[in-house]
């Protein structure tokens, strides 16, 4: 790996972890990051890793961002999320008019985003801007959000809408329905959302193709990397933290660990070695295979090229393959730990629950395994995500 990760930049997730940590019943309980969390991330100026240097913030490389991510669910897995999807979003306000992202960023460069992607709200063309209506899934974040952005269909009378267009909405203007009721991940906060009527100016909006126009601001190579690359910067080293906490956890459970029946403690059991070397062989190679992929696409990036169309197949792979591997773990670790690990509050059986969660996300769920091999064959992805 050729990026050379600052750090400080662990350091300061380091120092907010034992908040994180101390607030994870909490978080389960609520259902949302509890704002002490939440505090604590904004305070360390991590939400402004995506945003630019020029507005006040880190305007970070993938992998550095990626090991931040990685490194804060040792803490707390929700947090980590919190530096995932907000995130995204700030990443995004690189393709508005240069008035829409001072507006949403030049007061404040922390990422205070939520969004919902599925299924498109309904945008009807007014003077200035849109009108949107529409029912969000997902939103995760949105109980600390400042703007909540959508997917929305612009409606201008016709029978089949003409055009697909990301908006920010402002919070005020989005009620948040109680829907978070889940089994892993529940700090996350991700409920639905209800916008009846919002108006959204047109400085707010950009049109949600993979032809895009950066803004004045987002001219480095950071807004170059194309979207599905600082997805699988963001999401997947998720996955790989709660598969890291899992052996960590089953390791120190099999050195205090004597099961039913019988004399000696898990560790010293052969089977149980093979299994532990096993699962960290697997963790080591998805996690060398993501960041050697971030980091070839970054190098490639940073020299002036352009992302290509087998270079955005490979990072889909790479994260697809990165899931998949971190649920193969935790699941076998999961049955490693027995009986320990079927009781709420368990750290191994948070673990099992948050992965079965995360790894329901469309962007690496399996079926991506079937959008890279279309795109090996030279076929259109299956998948319009990987194009923009």
């Given at each position: 790996?050729?990026?050379?990760v600052?750090?400080?930049?662990?350091?300061r997730?380091?120092?907010i972890?034992?908040?994180?940590?101390a607030?994870?019943?909490?978080g389960?309980?609520?259902?949302?990051?509890p704002?002490?969390?939440?505090?604590?991330?904004?305070?360390?100026?991590?939400?402004t890793?995506l945003?630019p240097k020029?507005?006040?913030?880190?305007?970070?490389?993938?992998?550095s961002?990626?090991?931040?991510?990685?490194?804060?669910?040792?803490?707390?897995?929700a947090?980590?999320?919190?530096i995932?999807?907000?995130?995204?979003?700030a990443?995004?306000?690189?393709?508005?008019p240069?008035q829409?992202?001072?507006?949403?960023?030049?007061?404040d460069?922390?990422?205070l985003?939520?969004?919902?992607?599925?299924?498109?709200m309904?945008?009807?063309?007014?003077?200035?801007?849109?009108?949107?209506?529409?029912?969000g899934?997902?939103?995760?974040?949105?109980?600390?959000?400042r703007?909540?952005?959508?997917?929305?269909?612009?409606?201008?009378?016709?029978?089949?809408p003409?055009?697909i267009?990301?908006?920010?909405?402002?919070?005020?203007?989005?009620?948040?329905?109680?829907?978070?009721?889940v089994?892993?991940?529940?700090?996350t906060?991700?409920d639905?959302?209800?916008?009846?009527?919002?108006?959204?100016?047109?400085q707010?909006?950009?049109p949600?193709?993979?032809?895009?126009?950066l803004g004045?601001?987002?001219?480095g190579?950071?807004?170059?990397?194309s979207?599905?690359?600082?997805v699988?910067?963001?999401?997947?080293p998720?996955?790989?933290?709660?598969?890291?906490v899992?052996?960590d956890?089953?390791?120190?459970?099999?050195?205090?660990k004597t099961a039913?029946?019988?004399?000696?403690?898990?560790?010293?059991?052969p089977?149980?070695?093979?299994?532990?070397g096993?699962a960290?062989?697997?963790?080591?190679?998805a996690?060398?295979?993501?960041?050697?992929?971030?980091?070839?696409?970054?190098?490639?990036?940073?020299s002036?090229?352009?992302?290509?169309v087998d270079q955005?197949?490979?990072?889909l792979?790479?994260?697809?393959n990165a899931?998949?591997s971190?649920?193969?773990?935790?699941?076998r670790?999961?049955t490693?730990?027995g009986t320990?690990?079927?009781?709420?509050?368990?750290?191994?059986?948070?673990c099992?629950?948050?992965?079965q969660?995360a790894r329901q996300?469309?962007?690496y769920?399996?079926s991506?395994y079937?959008?890279?091999?279309?795109m090996?064959?030279?076929?259109?992805?299956?998948?319009?995500?990987?194009?923009?």
């Amino acid at each position: 790996m050729k990026t050379d990760v600052d750090p400080n930049l662990l350091e300061r997730i380091r120092s907010i972890g034992p908040i994180l940590k101390a607030n994870l019943a909490e978080g389960e309980r609520l259902r949302h990051l509890p704002q002490e969390s939440f505090d604590a991330l904004s305070g360390s100026e991590l939400l402004t890793m995506l945003t630019p240097k020029s507005l006040g913030g880190m305007e970070l490389d993938p992998v550095s961002y990626a090991t931040v991510i990685e490194e804060a669910v040792r803490f707390d897995s929700a947090a980590a999320w919190t530096i995932t999807n907000p995130l995204l979003w700030a990443f995004f306000c690189s393709r508005l008019p240069e008035q829409g992202a001072e507006e949403l960023l030049g007061q404040d460069p922390r990422a205070l985003f939520a969004a919902s992607i599925t299924p498109p709200m309904r945008a009807v063309p007014v003077d200035g801007g849109f009108q949107i209506t529409g029912d969000g899934r997902f939103a995760s974040n949105c109980h600390h959000a400042r703007w909540i952005a959508s997917v929305c269909a612009v409606n201008d009378g016709e029978a089949t809408p003409n055009k697909i267009i990301w908006a920010y909405i402002s919070r005020e203007d989005c009620q948040i329905l109680d829907t978070w009721d889940v089994l892993g991940m529940r700090a996350t906060g991700s409920d639905d959302i209800r916008v009846d009527n919002a108006f959204v100016p047109t400085q707010r909006a950009f049109p949600f193709t993979p032809e895009i126009t950066l803004g004045p601001r987002f001219q480095g190579p950071l807004y170059r990397f194309s979207f599905i690359g600082i997805v699988t910067a963001a999401l997947t080293p998720v996955m790989l933290g709660i598969a890291r906490v899992a052996i960590d956890e089953t390791t120190a459970l099999a050195k205090a660990k004597t099961a039913t029946g019988g004399n000696s403690v898990l560790w010293m059991n052969p089977s149980v070695q093979s299994q532990i070397g096993q699962a960290v062989a697997t963790l080591r190679a998805a996690r060398a295979l993501l960041y050697n992929t971030l980091d070839d696409v970054w190098q490639w990036v940073s020299s002036g090229q352009e992302v290509t169309v087998d270079q955005r197949a490979d990072l889909l792979l790479a994260a697809t393959n990165a899931s998949e591997s971190a649920v193969r773990v935790v699941e076998r670790m999961h049955t490693l730990a027995g009986t320990s690990a079927i009781y709420s509050g368990n750290p191994i059986e948070r673990c099992f629950r948050d992965i079965q969660v995360a790894r329901q996300h469309r962007f690496y769920t399996e079926s991506r395994y079937e959008t890279f091999g279309r795109m090996y064959f030279g076929l259109e992805p299956d998948y319009g995500m990987v194009m923009l």
